[in-house]
Structures are given as C-alpha cells and as structure tokens.
C-alpha cells in the first residue's frame, strides 16, 4: 500500500491537511500566536517562511509541502521549472501548498516558488529529488468470498485487488478450465475469458511475484452444466440483483423498499454508485409492456440515493396487485458508468378467497389440496395464508389452476384417482388436466351433499379415462361454466349401466363432452340408460348451453332395453330447457326391440319426451337449435325425441308420444349451407362457415401452447371443427 512519507515539515495526509489549512484560512477568531498573524487592515504582499527547503522523496509516495506564507494571502502560487511529474503547486488557504505523489524518477534539481497577489509577490528556492520505488513485495487483498460459481458460456473478468508491490508475473494451479487463463494486469493478476467446460467445484491457488517476493490467493470454482431455466418468470442468472415486494404492500409516508428476501426485513437492496448520473433506465414487465419515459417509470419506482455514502436503494411507488400487474419486473438502473439489471419478483398473496384465491401448480398440489391439507411445491412466488388448516377441499375456498396438470401417473393400476369432494370453487384458469384415469365408479369431483355448493369453471379434462360420472354435482347452488371433457367412458363392465360424462345440478354454461362411450354387450332385462352428455339429477338443472360430440357404441347382437340420448335421459330433477345445445353423436347401435310393444332399446338424438325444451319461437325454429343424427346422415333434426322416434330412423313413429319435430328436419347439405338459417339464432350464437355443420361459438376447446383458449376468436369453432370425428373410433386401439 503507498505510504505518506514523514519529513519534519510533512505531520497529516493530504486530504485532511487541506481540510485543515482551509478552515484555517476561513476563520475569523482574533488574538495572536505563531501560528496566526494578526488582523490586516489592508492588503500586504506574501511573505513565504517555510524554512525547510530541501527534500528527497520516492516514487508513488504521498507528498505534502506548506510554503508557510506569513504575509497577504496568495491568489496565485507558481513554480519554476515545472514540479516533477505527479506533483501540483495551489493556492491553499492563502498559502502555497506542494501535493501530490511523483510518477517518475528526477534527479536533485532546484525549483522557484512564487506567492502572488494584487499587492505584490514573494519567493523561494527548494530542492526536489525523486528515487525510484524501494522494491516490495506483492499483497494480494483478502477475499471476503472465495467460491465463485460460473455459466457455461459467460464472459469471466475476475481481478485479484494487490495491496503490494507491482507484480510482474501471475501463474495459477491446477490448469483452468478451457476457455479461461491467469494474466498480469495492472499491477495484479486477473482471470479473463470465456468459460467453455462444465467442472465440478475445484479449488485453485493463484500466485503473483515480482523480484522481491510472492504472494497466493486461493479460490474455488464450480462450473455446473447449463439447465434450461424452468422456473416462473425470467432466469434470475441473466440479472445481476433479485429483489422481492409482497403484492398489495400498502403504501404510506414510509418508502417502500425492496429486499432480496421476503421473509427478512433488514435484506434491503443496496447497491455503491460509482459516481453519476444515477436513474431508472427501462422497467419490462412480464406482460410485455416496457417503460422508458421517466414519468411513467416513476408512477411504479423511484430510486432514493444516500448522499454521504453514495448508496442507492430502489422504492416502490404503488400497491402492486399480482393478478393485475403481473409477477415480475425487469428494471434497468444506471449507476454512474455502469448499467446493473435487477428482477423484481412480486409475491403472490393467497388467502383462498375469490379476490385471492389459492393458485394450484402441480399434481401433487392439486391431490394434496382435495385431500383437505395443501402442500406447496414452491414453483412460484406465494405467500399462502389459508383460513383453516384442514378440511380445505370442503371449506367453500376459491382455487385456480396456473398452468397445464399432467395426470398420466394416475394411469397406473395402483395409482387411479379415487374421486375427491369439493365444496368451493375450482377455475382452471383455461388450462387443461391431461390423462386422468378415474378408479371404478369414481369421480373427478363430487359434492358430500346438496347442501354446499361447487362452481367448475374454465377447466379441461382430456384423455380421460372413466366408467362412471366424471363430474357430479347436485346442488342447485353449483355453476359450471366453460367446462369440457374428452376420452373414454367404458361402462361395459359395471353392474348396473346408468352413464354420462356429467351429472350436474344447478347454472351449466358452455359444457362441452367429446367421449368415445363404450356399453358393450346387453344385460337381458336390465335396464341401460346412457346420455352423451348429463344424466339426471336430484336438483334441478339450468342449462343454457352445451354440446355432446362422439359415439356411443354397442354389441349389435345383444338385445337390450333401456334408452340411448345425445342429450341426457331420466330428468328426475327437472331441466330447464337448453337453449343453446347441439347434439353430434353418433350411436351406434343396431338392435331390434324386445317384444312387438318396443320395449327394446329407445334411441334419441337428443333426450327423451319429458325433456322440458326451450318454448318454440315461431314454427320453424328452437332456441335449441340442431341435431346431428350421424346414423341418418342426410337430416339434420331439430331433436330425436326417444318416444316419438324410437327406432331412431328419422320417421315420426305411429302411435308414438310427443310432439311431432321431424318437420323441421333437413338436408345435410342444406344445413352446411348458411344461407339456409333464418331466424334468431343469426346473432352470433352459431358459426356458420359454409360446408361445415352448424356448432356452437365461444365453447371452451384443449388448451394450445402460448394463447389462452378462452379469449381465442371463436374457440369452439376451431376446436369443434378439428376435433369433430376424433372420438368415433376407440383411441385405445393402436
């Protein structure tokens, strides 16, 4: 380290000296000592009275020279020749002071110093001689951490800080890794380069010499392969700062600052600044938007600067709400010549209510909740404060999921899913449940009682594998909303065969089932219902809209009895009439009644007789609208009403119940064509794209990567159109 050299006239560092000498020169005390000349009454010339006036001095020493002046105070100070290198004459405190720290060696050599002012100058000779820098061994600093952890790939400029003399050679041992080497720089040694191979922690020493001596620094290093970064929001390694802030933090007289930990207040961000200007550059944030105006930065952030020490510290400026605002900002900060990048990642409060509802990630989550006791798998950034510790699934919380579940596991024969109640909310948040293999007779979700309600809403289930209900509900309370399933609902083996993909009491809006039912062989007398979209309920059911795709398939040489509907049979509970459904399955079934009575097996496209349908508008429409009859595929009917058309054939049977719709019917390439419809249903219920059967618009559809299937233009349509046959053959077969 370079040291103040101690002459008879040379007591204090340079800094504090002339501290010292200009509050001096500013006071205005009275009296006399030999230190202060007493009060002029006018301007006197200066008069010089340092009397020490030869000196030698080495290379990068401090130096500090007071030429004394006792006269009037000097306004310019001058040498000639010029001081060595490295060294200044200034007017100081109305004397003349020599400082700094010579660069270069200059042999004794005599110098002039001149103390002007208005009133006249005086002057006096010194004598200078600078030596070379006595040899000194190298030092390096002591390094508070020496585990330093890289990326592959990354630009690496690491100095070692030397305190001793300039070191001339730098060697480190063992070998580093590929792409990086030890060099002199400045005086010290460095790693620079480019990191290239993965290493597991190894340790290095680093040593720097010179004609005098040595020194060593170790250090310790661990270059891990890269991992894609699979976390939420953006790769914390691409920042030089993570810092925190709860969502909906109140914002008072107190600042607001921003902590690297959560769950420690003393954690705050602060960051030395190497000088100016310091200002919030850029604020990104995770929905896209990106600020630069230093207006708008300053409505969500403002920085706040210590001026003795020169910290900085960012503060937030407003309540930052998670599902508004998003989960993390990129924030750009200059801070004198450097530009650092720090990620704010804003914690999501959960408190299981509708406002802040408990945000579901994984499988093991989801179990674990409809268990009753959540367990965080700590995928994103939540703070989770529910109001009981138990019995959560039947507590009347609100959940949400925030991604994509992948259920496969429960495909396993040990692992299926063994139906979980829920009184409270569940929205899928438009993402979707794949590969959900139901245990016998099991439910993805039921109801205790009727007494509770349970709202589903926004959620998909695809590659579903059932033989009983998948959903049921039986509270007039519940709302399912913007729901659909799809796979296979195998009810051949059951006892008894009463099936459908829903079972759902209470405000069904925008449901949707795409299934591949599987009845099998006939059981003799017993009775076989089957719906290919609800079955009946203890509660009644609103039903404004819904569609029922796929096929329902049978053992054509068994005779059976009982009824098959696109729709849903057996309305114990009452349904009020759908007025937006559409039924598209295709029932292949082929076997003849019974007796001579007709006691077999009633098809209908749509439900049977006590189906209480939308009132008629005028007499060649339905608030309903269409029937796809797949086994008849020239007629598209406005119903299959079971007792009127109980061998399904699409003519009005003799004899038979219920109102008599088959006139209504019409061709399939009529019904392709949209300049057939008239009527009410022309508002923008119905895609009408010519060549394409009429399909109901704004139906939920599977989840695509990177759009959100809810606010997709017209996402029934598309999904509807592509997946319109996929479930008429069995997907178990190869």
Same mark, same amino acid.
Request: proline content about 5%.
């Given at each position: 380290? +370079?040291?103040?050299?101690?002459?008879?006239?040379?007591?204090?560092?340079?800094?504090?000296?002339?501290?010292?000498?200009?509050?001096?020169?500013?006071? &205005?005390?009275?009296? &006399?000592?030999?230190?202060?000349?007493?009060?002029?009454?006018?301007?006197?010339?200066?008069?010089?009275?340092?009397?020490?006036?030869?000196?030698?001095? !080495?290379?990068?020493?401090?130096?500090?020279? $007071?030429?004394?002046?006792?006269?009037?105070?000097?306004?310019?100070?001058?040498?000639?020749?010029?001081?060595?290198?490295?060294?200044?004459?200034?007017?100081?405190?109305?004397?003349?002071?020599?400082?700094? @720290?010579?660069?270069?060696?200059?042999?004794?050599?005599?110098?002039?110093?001149?103390?002007?002012?208005?009133?006249?100058?005086?002057?006096?000779?010194?004598?200078?001689?600078?030596?070379?820098?006595?040899?000194?061994?190298? &030092?390096?600093?002591?390094?508070?951490?020496?585990?330093?952890?890289?990326?592959?790939?990354?630009?690496?400029?690491?100095?070692?800080?030397?305190?001793?003399?300039?070191? /001339?050679?730098?060697?480190?041992?063992? %070998?580093?890794?590929?792409?990086?080497?030890?060099?002199?720089?400045?005086?010290?040694?460095?790693?620079?380069?480019?990191?290239?191979?993965?290493?597991?922690?190894?340790?290095?020493?680093?040593?720097?010499?010179?004609?005098?001596?040595?020194?060593?620094?170790?250090?310790?290093?661990?270059?891990?392969?890269?991992? #894609?970064?699979?976390? $939420?929001?953006? $790769?914390?390694?691409?920042?030089?700062?993570?810092?925190?802030?709860?969502?909906?933090? @109140?914002?008072?007289?107190?600042?607001?600052?921003?902590?690297?930990?959560?769950?420690?207040?003393?954690?705050?961000?602060?960051?030395?600044?190497?000088?100016?200007?310091?200002?919030?550059?850029? %604020?990104?944030?995770?929905?896209?938007?990106?600020?630069?105006?230093?207006?708008?930065?300053?409505?969500?952030?403002?920085?706040?600067?210590?001026?003795?020490?020169?910290?900085?510290?960012?503060?937030?400026?407003?309540?930052?709400?998670?599902?508004?605002?998003?989960?993390?900002?990129?924030?750009?900060?200059?801070?004198? /010549?450097?530009?650092?990048?720090?990620?704010?990642?804003?914690?999501?409060?959960? +408190?299981?209510?509708?406002?802040?509802?408990?945000?579901?990630?994984?499988?093991?989550?989801?179990? @674990?909740?409809?268990? =009753?006791?959540?367990?965080?798998?700590?995928?994103?950034?939540?703070?989770?404060?529910?109001?009981?510790?138990?019995?959560?699934?039947?507590?009347?919380?609100?959940?949400?999921?925030?991604?994509?579940?992948?259920?496969?596991?429960?495909?396993?024969?040990?692992?299926?899913?063994?139906?979980?109640?829920?009184?409270?909310?569940?929205?899928?948040?438009?993402?979707?449940? +794949?590969?959900?293999?139901?245990?016998?007779?099991?439910?993805?979700?039921?109801?205790?009682?009727?007494?509770?309600?349970?709202?589903?809403?926004?959620?998909?289930?695809?590659?579903?594998?059932?033989?009983?209900?998948?959903? &049921?509900?039986?509270?007039?309370?519940?709302?399912?909303?913007?729901?659909?399933?799809?796979?296979?609902?195998?009810?051949?083996?059951?006892?008894?065969?009463?099936?459908?993909?829903?079972?759902?009491?209470?405000?069904?809006?925008?449901?949707?089932?795409?299934?591949?039912?599987?009845?099998?062989? =006939?059981?003799?007398?017993?009775?076989? !219902?089957?719906?290919?979209?609800?079955?009946?309920? @203890?509660?009644?059911?609103?039903?404004?809209?819904?569609?029922?795709?796929?096929?329902?398939?049978?053992?054509? !040489?068994?005779?059976?009895?009982?009824?098959?509907?696109?729709?849903?049979?057996?309305?114990?509970?009452?349904?009020?009439?759908?007025?937006?459904?559409?039924?598209?399955?295709?029932?292949?079934?082929?076997?003849?009644?019974?007796?001579?009575?007709?006691?077999?097996?009633?098809?209908?496209?749509?439900?049977?007789?006590?189906?209480?349908?939308?009132?008629?508008?005028?007499?060649?429409?339905?608030?309903?609208?269409?029937? +796809?009859?797949?086994?008849?595929?020239?007629?598209?009917?406005? %119903?299959?009403?079971?007792?009127?058309?109980?061998?399904?054939?699409?003519?009005?049977?003799?004899?038979?119940?219920?109102?008599?719709?088959?006139?209504?019917?019409?061709?399939? #390439?009529?019904?392709?064509?949209?300049?057939?419809?008239?009527?009410?249903?022309?508002?923008?219920?119905?895609?009408?794209?010519?060549?394409?059967?009429?399909?109901?618009?704004?139906?939920?559809?599977?989840?695509?990567?990177?759009?959100?299937?809810?606010?997709?233009?017209?996402?029934?349509?598309?999904?509807?159109?592509?997946?319109?046959?996929?479930?008429?053959?069995?997907?178990?077969?190869?």
């Amino acid at each position: 380290m +370079k040291r103040i050299i101690q002459t008879p006239f040379i007591r204090i560092s340079l800094l504090s000296s002339l501290a010292l000498l200009t509050a001096c020169g500013g006071s &205005e005390s009275g009296g &006399e000592s030999a230190n202060n000349p007493p009060l002029l009454t006018e301007l006197q010339a200066p008069n010089l009275a340092q009397i020490d006036l030869s000196d030698v001095i !080495t290379v990068g020493d401090n130096f500090l020279l $007071d030429m004394m002046n006792r006269g009037g105070a000097a306004s310019q100070c001058t040498s000639q020749p010029d001081l060595p290198a490295g060294l200044n004459i200034d007017a100081v405190a109305g004397s003349c002071i020599i400082h700094g @720290s010579a660069i270069v060696v200059r042999g004794s050599e005599g110098y002039v110093i001149s103390a002007i002012n208005a009133a006249g100058k005086d002057s006096l000779s010194i004598s200078l001689e600078v030596l070379a820098e006595a040899p000194q061994s190298p &030092e390096f600093e002591v390094l508070n951490n020496n585990f330093f952890t890289w990326k592959k790939s990354s630009s690496i400029a690491l100095r070692i800080e030397n305190y001793g003399g300039r070191i /001339t050679r730098c060697t480190v041992t063992p %070998v580093l890794p590929e792409g990086l080497s030890v060099i002199q720089q400045e005086g010290s040694c460095a790693i620079l380069g480019i990191v290239r191979k993965s290493i597991t922690r190894t340790s290095y020493i680093i040593v720097g010499t010179n004609q005098t001596g040595s020194t060593e620094q170790s250090i310790v290093v661990e270059i891990p392969e890269n991992v #894609a970064h699979s976390a $939420d929001g953006p $790769d914390p390694a691409d920042y030089d700062y993570v810092v925190t802030l709860e969502e909906n933090r @109140s914002i008072s007289d107190d600042a607001v600052v921003l902590h690297s930990n959560i769950n420690d207040p003393d954690s705050i961000l602060q960051i030395v600044s190497s000088g100016f200007p310091n200002r919030l550059i850029q %604020v990104q944030t995770d929905k896209g938007e990106l600020l630069t105006n230093a207006a708008d930065i300053d409505q969500l952030f403002r920085i706040f600067i210590d001026p003795a020490t020169g910290i900085v510290e960012i503060h937030a400026r407003k309540m930052f709400d998670f599902e508004r605002d998003g989960g993390f900002f990129s924030i750009d900060l200059q801070l004198g /010549t450097e530009t650092v990048k720090v990620l704010l990642r804003l914690y999501n409060v959960q +408190k299981g209510t509708e406002a802040e509802p408990l945000f579901i990630s994984t499988f093991n989550e989801l179990v @674990s909740f409809l268990k =009753g006791q959540f367990v965080s798998d700590n995928v994103g950034f939540d703070l989770i404060s529910l109001p009981v510790a138990s019995g959560q699934n039947e507590a009347k919380l609100f959940v949400q999921l925030d991604r994509d579940i992948d259920a496969s596991s429960t495909k396993q024969a040990d692992k299926h899913w063994p139906g979980y109640y829920l009184v409270g909310q569940l929205d899928g948040g438009s993402h979707i449940i +794949k590969g959900i293999s139901l245990a016998s007779r099991a439910h993805f979700l039921h109801q205790p009682n009727r007494f509770g309600w349970m709202n589903v809403r926004n959620l998909g289930l695809t590659d579903v594998e059932a033989d009983s209900v998948i959903i &049921e509900g039986q509270s007039y309370a519940n709302i399912t909303e913007a729901v659909f399933v799809e796979g296979v609902l195998d009810v051949k083996n059951n006892s008894r065969i009463s099936a459908a993909p829903f079972q759902l009491s209470g405000r069904v809006k925008r449901v949707y089932s795409n299934m591949y039912i599987d009845v099998g062989a =006939g059981r003799a007398k017993q009775l076989i !219902t089957v719906g290919a979209f609800g079955q009946s309920t @203890s509660s009644p059911s609103d039903v404004h809209s819904g569609y029922s795709n796929g096929k329902i398939v049978t053992d054509p !040489t068994s005779p059976m009895m009982g009824s098959f509907a696109g729709f849903q049979v057996r309305q114990n509970g009452g349904v009020s009439g759908p007025q937006q459904f559409i039924s598209a399955v295709q029932f292949d079934v082929n076997n003849p009644p019974l007796t001579a009575s007709s006691s077999g097996l009633r098809v209908g496209g749509f439900a049977e007789e006590r189906t209480r349908i939308a009132p008629i508008i005028d007499s060649t429409d339905y608030t309903w609208r269409f029937i +796809k009859d797949r086994n008849n595929s020239a007629i598209v009917r406005h %119903v299959g009403n079971l007792s009127r058309d109980i061998n399904n054939d699409g003519i009005a049977d003799v004899g038979a119940q219920g109102t008599n719709w088959e006139s209504a019917g019409m061709l399939e #390439a009529d019904a392709k064509s949209s300049s057939q419809y008239t009527g009410p249903w022309l508002t923008g219920d119905f895609d009408l794209t010519p060549g394409y059967i009429p399909v109901l618009k704004n139906m939920p559809y599977p989840h695509v990567h990177g759009a959100s299937w809810m606010d997709a233009p017209d996402p029934g349509v598309a999904y509807q159109h592509n997946m319109y046959d996929y479930y008429l053959e069995d997907p178990r077969n190869p």
